[in-house]
């Protein structure tokens, strides 16, 4: 548990409401161990679960079937439940209708949470701080050039950008393209391309230039 905190700790040390959020929730931790209420080793046991083997790796399966199957891609798109299922993916009880959004060369989509930080959580994992910080919030519905270049994702002007607002009723996934100098690769090689940061639209799929292509039949 003390290395993931000391992680956090240089995570939300530039946002003072992230960092007064961890401390609050480490308090709570404590307070709880200390009653003898919970289990340190339960709660790492989830936190590495949500981080390893849930998400968000179960998103990049999805994308890397649909990248390398037309037929799925068409299934996910119209039920990603089903499709979800048809790759037996652990989903967890929660399943809170999905919207698969996809992007294409002249439409790149961005997915917040306005009122909170509803997440698709079963398929991408933990949501990072600064999906859940106000700034980010607010921001990006108003500017979304602007904040995802200080993401690190300049779009150039004829790509529209389009934002969709996660809720309670509903959650967003966004299908990214499939990067340009991939033909060839396999599922297993497709899948290290696409991170959280891809699925949510703040960032885009992309080949290392030391990336060796792996040349694997699809």
């Not at 967890?92 to 698969?100: A, E, F, S």
């Not at 910080?133 to 108003?142: C, D, G, L, N, T």
């Not at 090689?189 to 891809?198: A, G, M, N, S």
Request: hydrophobic share 40%; aromatic share 4%; net charge negative.
């Amino acid at each position: 548990m003390s290395d993931r905190h000391h992680h956090d700790d240089h995570e939300h040390g530039a946002d003072p409401i992230a960092r007064r959020n961890a401390l609050r929730a480490e308090a709570l931790e404590s307070l709880l161990v200390e009653r003898g209420l919970v289990q340190p080793d339960v709660v790492d046991a989830i936190v590495t679960r949500f981080e390893q083997d849930i998400g968000p790796l179960n998103g990049a399966k999805l994308v890397a079937r649909a990248w390398t199957d037309p037929a799925f891609k068409i299934r996910l798109l119209a039920d990603p439940w089903a499709a979800i299922e048809e790759l037996g993916l652990p989903t967890g009880p929660d399943k809170t209708p999905i919207v698969v959004l996809e992007d294409a060369p002249d439409l790149h989509h961005v997915v917040v949470c306005t009122l909170c930080s509803c997440y698709p959580s079963s398929l991408l994992g933990l949501p990072p701080t600064w999906y859940k910080s106000p700034p980010y919030r607010s921001r990006v519905v108003r500017e979304p050039r602007a904040v995802l270049r200080e993401m690190g994702l300049d779009l150039p002007p004829e790509v529209a950008v389009r934002v969709s607002d996660s809720s309670a009723e509903v959650r967003y996934l966004v299908l990214p393209m499939r990067p340009a100098g991939t033909v060839g690769w396999s599922e297993e090689d497709l899948r290290r391309l696409v991170t959280r940061d891809t699925l949510i639209g703040v960032a885009r799929p992309s080949v290392a230039v030391d990336d060796p292509a792996p040349g694997k039949p699809t």
